[in-house]
């Protein structure tokens, strides 16, 4: 049996002609439809072509992935010594991703490649789903799939090395095969879940309860029941084995280590990056509306509102950024979709006409914030060769190791990090869960050739400040800043400091945040 029939609980889908349109509102979706795929192709080149990270995250988690393609037990590595190590993630994406890289020359192609993939799929499923069980057009369901791979946070995250990608792949996968599929489908579901959960561990909650009630509120109780005891079991399980196996380290990195604090700070910029868009909100308010529906329509209503209940508390982690939102923005585009379809086909009336205006609008406006992202994303991939030259400078000509918030290039360029992430590690000390301890004699000791991380290192505080209180009491003690580069600075022992500046031209990118 399909995963996807064709039938819903209300019965077969009606496709009907697109009939009544209006001839210029069809060329404008199809122009925003072009402009969409635009973006998503100059997003896929620009991550495929470019050598270096667009995020610190991406170094910290080829730091990780190598280490599991080496055989090291990632969560069985002590924390309280270089490199400092504490895997956030679960063990499928360090293992999967890991596997495809090449030891003796690392590099972010594989995972981005990986994610192109996976990213396809998800366009994939999407459009199956519009068009098998919404019933609507290709037209408006390919626009639609565009819009969601050209906006925030598909455009900034969608490719990154980073586990969202699999754990949305594994996610929706396994929510569409327990609401859409039948009984002897749900174990199936619960292996997708489990996989998700070990993927990314927030991954698997909003599909999960998603699930679970569109189920009860289809009278598939037993259903239900069956779907969250199997995913439990599974889930626990694998813990109890993974946590035995570490000495109870699992639960310290993978659990302990991601409950670091509040940030409404952080939940602020996360929520204005994905809802300065009009259509964040315009698949908000589709979605409420088919809380009344029946069939597939309240089905992905629900999951995208659980989706963005939970991930717009859970944002509120310091560090946290709109990728948090990847996960609803998915289910913006399946929302989204038969509304499009609606319009185009009976956009000929006049308060469906005003109302197309409207959408369109709201795309319109959308469409170009994502534009601007991604000029901001070009300039990033046109400065790496100069930030590579500025950092492989300073790194060479270190007396010892250097702690950086790059350490991806340290990777890409055959050297070991001092510190993988220095970020949690801030954050863990701050909260009095971590003892910084052998970090900050050895910068009272000079033992670390180099420091490199944001120009305001040794600033104030702040719950944006990625080093502790102790570090950058250390680091204006016994350094002096020697260069800046656009957001970066590199610091240098008192002791040994020649100032020396690299060749390098000396334009300050700033498109390149870390």
Known sequence: MPILPVTTQTGPVQRTRLRGRST??????????????????????????TAGSFDYVEGVALGHQLMSAGGVSLYGVPADQPP?????????????????????????????????????????????????RLGVSTTAACIAVLCWLALEPAAGFLLQNRPDTLALAFAASGFMVATLGNRSSLPWAALLLTAAAYTKQTAVVAPLIAALLVLLGTQRARDAGVLFLTTLGLCLAIFL??????????????????????????????????????????ALAVMLVNLRAAG???????????????????????????????????????????????????????????????????????????????????????????????????????????????????????????????????????????????????????????????????????EFSNWSHGVRAALQEHYVKADTLGHLSVWLPQKNHQATRPAIPRKHPEALNP
């Open 84 to 132: 400092y190590s504490v895997p956030l993630y679960g063990p499928v994406f360090y293992g999967i991703y890991g596997q495809l890289l090449d030891i003796a020359a690392p590099s972010f192609a594989p995972a981005r490649a990986l994610n192109l993939l996976l990213a396809l799929y998800l366009c994939g499923l999407a459009l199956l789903v519009a068009r098998q």
């Open 241 to 282: 084995l993974l946590n035995g196996l570490t000495e109870g380290r699992y639960w310290n990195a993978a659990v302990m280590g991601n409950l670091n604090g509040f940030s409404p700070g952080s939940a602020l910029v996360a929520w204005q990056k994905a809802g300065q868009q009009p259509l964040f909100w315009l």
């Open 24 to 49: 210029w509102l069809v060329a404008a979706y199809w122009v925003l439809g072009l402009w969409a795929a635009s973006l998503a192709v100059t997003m896929a080149y620009l991550y495929l072509a």
């Open 296 to 462: 597939a329509r309240r089905a992905i209503a629900i999951y995208g509102l659980m989706s963005l209940a939970l991930h717009g508390l859970a944002v509120a982690k310091p560090g946290a950024n709109s990728n948090y939102f990847l996960e609803y923005s998915w289910c913006a585009a399946l929302a989204l979709a038969p509304l499009l379809d609606d319009l185009l086909r009976h956009s000929v009336y006049v308060r469906r006409g005003l109302l197309s205006a409207l959408v369109l609008l709201a795309c319109v406006i959308s469409l170009g914030l994502a534009t601007q992202s991604m000029q901001r994303l070009h300039q990033a991939a046109e400065d790496w060769p100069r930030y590579r030259d500025w950092l492989n400078h300073w790194e060479a000509a270190a007396s010892g190791p250097v702690a950086s918030m790059q350490p991806g290039t340290q990777i890409l360029h055959g050297r070991e990090p001092y510190i993988l992430d220095p970020h949690i590690i801030a954050r863990l000390t701050e909260q009095g869960r971590f003892d910084e301890q052998g970090f900050i004699d050895d910068l009272r000791q000079a033992r670390i050739g180099a420091v490199i991380g944001a120009d305001d290192l040794t600033a104030g505080p702040g």
